[in-house]
């Protein structure tokens, strides 16, 4: 794992809330549709649904009959995610700054493969690490150990960019580089660096002040 040697850092991109615009998906997004949908379910069933399914226990088929949403719905709810300003941008630039770029998210595996193909994601991101594919979901360790396994490299070889605090102190303690994304300027307690904008992560000066701290592994 630690044999791979790499000039530039490879940038690891979080899906909800750094990709894809919305971050609490399931509270803005999913909820809301099953209610519109004819689901019964309490807002919490959903949640509990749903993390099932992002951890593979369930596929997505059997997430919407246990809401009481028919599966044949499921396009038209992953039709409200939006692609989050500036990632195309950060997609064609990324190869002058960084060895490659790949994607680490909690989602339903399902849900994640239609994103990215409905949004051509995967031409420029070859490589994700879904919860719903690995069964562990951010911020436990062992979905990033996962990542760097399968891409090799120190764990200081890795900057890792995500919108909750939480799943950046966990990577950072594994010795991997943070970066908060908060375009809305939450100001979420935390001392991990942040930018607004993802254009931000092509200036060389931000990338080298962001994976300047000594590796902690």
């Not at 749903?50 to 949403?69: C, N, T």
Request: with cysteine; aromatic share 6%.
């Amino acid at each position: 794992m630690t044999r791979v040697r790499r000039s530039r850092p490879v940038l690891v991109l979080d899906a909800m809330g750094v990709l894809y615009e919305t971050g609490d998906d399931v509270g803005e997004l999913l909820v809301p549709f099953a209610v519109r949908h004819g689901s019964t379910a309490a807002g919490e069933e959903i949640r509990q649904a749903y993390l099932a399914a992002s951890y593979g226990q369930i596929d997505a088929s059997s997430f919407w009959e246990r809401i009481g949403v028919e599966p044949a719905r499921e396009d038209d709810y992953l039709a409200g995610h939006r692609v989050s300003p500036g990632v195309g941008a950060l997609l064609d630039g990324a190869g002058a700054v960084f060895d490659s770029v790949c994607c680490l998210s909690n989602d339903v595996a399902a849900w994640s493969l239609k994103l990215r193909r409905r949004h051509g994601l995967d031409r420029a991101i070859p490589r994700w690490f879904v919860s719903g594919e690995i069964g562990l979901r951010k911020p436990d360790p062992g979905i990033y150990r996962h990542m760097r396994v399968h891409l090799g490299g120190p764990a200081s070889g890795f900057l890792f960019v995500d919108d909750r605090v939480a799943n950046l102190d966990a990577a950072r303690r594994l010795g991997l580089h943070t970066l908060l994304y908060d375009p809305a300027g939450k100001s979420e307690p935390g001392d991990h660096p942040r930018i607004g904008r993802l254009e931000e992560l092509l200036d060389p000066a931000i990338v080298a002040r962001a994976t300047s701290r000594r590796s902690r592994r």
